[in-house]
């Protein structure tokens, strides 16, 4: 039997009393925009506005399942700050 390297991972072997769930992390890019990353599945995608990030966050759900997944998405956020110190 071959194995599919495109297929999608399969999210419903989570156990039937916990839905699964998604962690995006959200940082800033170097060329001043987002980036989004979910690290269990590896749904990576950037933004250049904040406007509508959970939509943003669930059409790209949506689309990398097909319409399929249903489970419950956790969004983290950091700021980067750069601290300088000089001689």
């Known amino acids: 039997m071959s194995e599919n390297k495109d297929a999608v991972p399969d ?15 959200i940082t800033d890019a170097h060329d001043g925009g987002k980036v989004a990353v979910e690290g269990r599945y590896g749904i990576v ?3 250049e506005e904040m406007d509508d990030l959970q939509g943003m966050v669930v059409g790209k759900v949506q689309e990398h399942f097909g319409g399929t997944f249903h ?6 956020q950091y700021v980067d700050e750069l601290i ?4």
């Open 11 to 25: 999210h419903t072997a989570e156990t039937d009393t916990e839905p699964p769930e998604l962690v995006f992390v």
């Open 84 to 87: 300088s110190m000089k001689k």
């Open 45 to 47: 995608f950037l933004m």
């Open 71 to 76: 489970g419950k998405i956790r969004i983290r």
